[in-house]
């Protein structure tokens, strides 16, 4: 039997048992009986569909007078071809499975090496993975990951495996407490504080608290195209929490950071598949209402006043940042995208 790959040819040493055996007329059923062997060994033999053993090699030697050293390197040079020949196959099959991987892009942000060669870029990827075939990902998913994005493409769900993977690798720096959701819900009000610091304030504090609750929080740059806002998702002993500023706009980052806490709290991150719709829209409803009550906010809309020192006035009352409120009164069509933006905060965190 041959084996071909698209470069290297199998060849089993039974091609060459038959050679032999034919050159000299012998039929199969007795060429076993003069090996001491079945006929259905043989058979599997000559096929390749066995292994030729050392015994084996002994044996031929006395019936067709052929070294046995000779019989072990040929099965030698056959196993390693057969290797070879599947290591080829997990190449071609792995080269097809990343071209929807955002490849440049992680290039650009140095999570793996710069390259145009496919085969280059199998290796990098399966390195970055921590996996032998890039296919082993689909057994590898994360269970219960929970995140959030706004939209949706072909490269979405391999952006998300490709920030997902980085989160969980940039999370094994961080010492965190053992995981305590009774804790983070106390929490809640102290990291709402937040929102009115400066990044340089609040970032290494945010850090520290959720490392007291057993949340790893790691800041990471977004993927264009990924749509992607934040992801969260157990890792062995610990809770990994990705945030990125996606767009720069500290009312996007905040959001996301209550939605993403809304998923912990409520234990969505220990489905066994991913979030649903509705667990997606009760963390939107978390992260807006804790943001901004929604009596406070349907009382500010009833007073119909939408200008910028109407607003800042109401964020210093409620005590947030003035661009948190800027964002929902945008998001709710109560003023529009291209008004006071100047109050909005553009955060650029350390990623």
């Known amino acids: 039997m041959m084996r071909f790959s698209k470069h290297t040819i199998a060849i089993p040493p039974g091609s060459t048992i038959r050679e032999q055996i ?18 259905k060994h043989v058979s599997r033999l ?11 090699a002994l044996r031929l030697e006395s019936v067709l007078g052929v070294p046995a050293g000779f019989w072990n390197n040929l099965e030698a040079i056959y196993r390693e071809k057969l290797m070879r020949v599947a290591t080829e196959k997990d190449m071609e099959q792995d080269i097809e499975l990343i071209k929807d991987f955002p490849y440049a892009k992680i290039a650009t942000l140095g999570w793996v090496e710069k390259t145009r060669v496919a085969e280059e870029k199998v290796i990098q990827l399966r390195h970055f993975f921590e996996v032998a075939k890039i296919k082993l990902l689909d057994n590898l998913r994360i269970p219960g990951i929970a995140f959030r994005k706004t939209g949706e493409n072909i490269f979405s769900d391999y952006s998300l495996a490709v920030w997902a993977q980085k989160a969980r690798i940039e999370a094994r720096k961080y010492n965190v407490d053992p995981i305590n959701i009774s804790k983070l819900k106390e929490q809640i009000p102290t990291i709402r504080e937040m929102t009115t610091s400066e990044p340089e304030f609040f970032c290494e504090k945010l850090v520290k608290v959720l490392a007291s609750c057993g949340i790893a929080l790691v800041f990471l740059p977004h993927i264009g195209g990924s749509f992607l806002h934040g992801a969260t998702f157990y890792d062995g002993n610990k809770i990994v929490m990705g945030l990125t500023v996606r767009g720069k706009y500290a009312d996007k980052f905040w959001f996301s950071l209550f939605h993403e806490l809304h998923h912990i709290i409520s234990g969505h991150i220990t489905n066994v598949e991913n979030t649903t719709e509705e667990q997606e829209d009760e963390a939107d ?9 929604q009596s406070s906010f349907d009382a500010f809309i009833n007073s119909n006043c939408y200008t910028k ?41 350390n990623e």
Not at 46 to 56: A, F, K, R, S, Y
Not at 285 to 293: G, M, R, S, V, W
Not at 309 to 328: Q, W
């Open 22 to 39: 034919e050159n000299r007329g012998m039929k199969q059923k007795e060429f076993a009986l003069r090996m001491d062997l079945s006929e």
């Open 46 to 56: 000559i096929n390749g569909q066995v292994e030729l053993t050392h015994d084996v």
């Open 285 to 293: 409803f978390f992260a807006k209402n804790t943001l901004i009550e």
């Open 309 to 349: 020192d109407c607003i800042v006035s109401f964020a210093n009352k409620i005590g947030i940042s003035p661009g948190i409120v800027l964002g929902r009164l945008q998001k709710e069509n109560k003023v529009p995208y291209n008004r006071f933006n100047e109050i909005k905060e553009k955060y650029e965190l």
